[in-house]
């Protein structure tokens, strides 16, 4: 399939077939396309936690109005942000950076004290909101990673974020939950895989200034 038919194939599943697994390569093409996330500054304040365990899927819906997809998806996609966001992040990726280009110290040096004055002027609230944004341009790029793999998806907000920090002790390592996504196969008898996408005029949501 070319891009505009993957997006026309995908839709907001809401019934997946529980007995199709998502095959390894499959979950590794996700990982990969996560980490290639474009992010702000190219920080990377953003972490992905995949759940496949059937009991901690079974808890987790729990915390998501007992919603079947949680479940009965093969994957369960738990997008979170890093509650530190301080010098030391920026002191990394400022070394990764060196390591792997190699770029010299003056060139590099102006960048990174502007955005450790930049961060230092933040509050915590403010941090995370930024953080924040940086997962959904990952969920967005998940999606569409997900069309042109086959594989359906259901972007999710509903959820009691602070349980699922819970359950999944993201606490302990630094994370916060925003987003989630189910991820699997859907089955032959969803209803809404045969519905027609609703969505306004091209003409209605593009705005060109042309030659």
């Not at 059937?54 to 997809?69: F, R, S, Y």
């Not at 944004?133 to 259901?154: P, R, S, Y």
């Not at 925003?178 to 045969?194: H, S, W």
Request: aromatic share 8%; proline share 5%; net charge neutral.
């Amino acid at each position: 399939m070319n891009t505009i038919q993957s997006l026309e194939w995908r839709y907001a599943t809401k019934k997946f077939d529980a007995t199709k697994k998502l095959p390894p390569q499959k979950i590794e093409v996700i990982k990969k396309a996560f980490n290639l996330t474009p992010t702000s500054y190219g920080l990377q304040p953003s972490k992905l936690v995949i759940v496949s365990n059937k009991d901690l899927q079974e808890k987790l819906m729990q915390h998501t109005g007992n919603k079947q997809p949680i479940v009965t998806a093969s994957h369960l996609l738990v997008f979170c942000i890093q509650t530190t966001i301080d010098h030391k992040l920026i002191e990394e990726n400022f070394a990764l950076q060196k390591e792997i280009r190699n770029t010299p110290n003056e060139i590099l040096q102006p960048y990174k004290e502007f955005l450790l004055n930049h961060f230092a002027q933040k509050t915590q609230e403010q941090k995370e909101e930024w953080a924040s944004q940086q997962v959904f341009l990952a969920m967005g790029n998940i999606l569409n990673t997900c069309a042109q793999e086959k594989i359906d998806a259901c972007p999710m907000e509903g959820f009691d974020s602070k349980m699922y920090d819970e359950t999944l002790n993201l606490k302990e390592i630094g994370l916060k939950s925003v987003l989630i996504l189910p991820i699997g196969y859907r089955a032959k008898d969803d209803i809404f895989a045969g519905f027609k996408k609703v969505r306004r005029p091209q003409e209605d949501v593009i705005v060109e200034f042309l030659d």
